[in-house]
């Protein structure tokens, strides 16, 4: 891990009791590696510091994505619950002496499932990450204002490509589907994405 990223995330400690801090960029740029490896690093030097709370812990149910007609878009803007995700957010700023509990995404599942994040009071920093951070219309543009800071990460389209094509076999796509996936899924997200890099306070290269 980097040791200036890990610290200028150490810096937003200065001056408030809890700080947060989103990662963003478009599927597979490393969102989630780099959060896992900024958490391990300030957690090394000083245990209990920080706690990854991912935005994924935000799909919609499979029932409810029935409901609405978009569960072959699951992963678009739409299929998330932005709003409770904003409200995760906001509780974390202003009770930063309370436990807060955070949803997850159960990998077994492919289900969010309640509960399954503790953050607890002594946390001084929340380390959240997700495609959908800095997008301009509500309620994305609110989960912005929630952060102290928000980096980009941009990885190396060619190796981006590779690693997003491998994660989806690893989950059990057959790689042609995971191609067909990623041709009428992701990369209509990506672009969406790509789009608000401009809004960053930093651009993080991944690998
Ligand atoms: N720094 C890195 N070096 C090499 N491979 C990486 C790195 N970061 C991510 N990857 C690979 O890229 C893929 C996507 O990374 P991930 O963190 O899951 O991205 P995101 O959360 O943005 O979708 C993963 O399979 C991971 O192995
Ligand atoms: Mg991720």
Known sequence: MPDD???????LLDDA???LLGLTGVPGAGKTTLAVGLVAAL?????GTAVHVPMDGYHLADRVLEAHGTRDRKGAAETFDGWGYLELLRLLRSRPDHAVFAPGFD???????AG???VPSGARLVVSEGNYLLLGHEPWSLVRDVFDEVWFC???????????????VTFGKAPEV???WIASVDEPNAA???ATRGRADRVVTTF
């Open 17 to 19: 009791p809890r700080a």
């Open 5 to 11: 990223l890990v610290a200028a995330a150490r810096h």
């Open 107 to 113: 990998r077994d599942l492919e289900q969010p499932l």
């Open 43 to 47: 957690n090394a030097a000083s245990p």
């Open 116 to 118: 399954s994040i503790e």
């Open 192 to 194: 969406l994405v790509a």
């Open 154 to 168: 941009e990885a190396d389209p060619d190796r981006r490509m590779t690693a997003l094509v491998q994660r989806h």
């Open 178 to 180: 995971a191609r067909e």
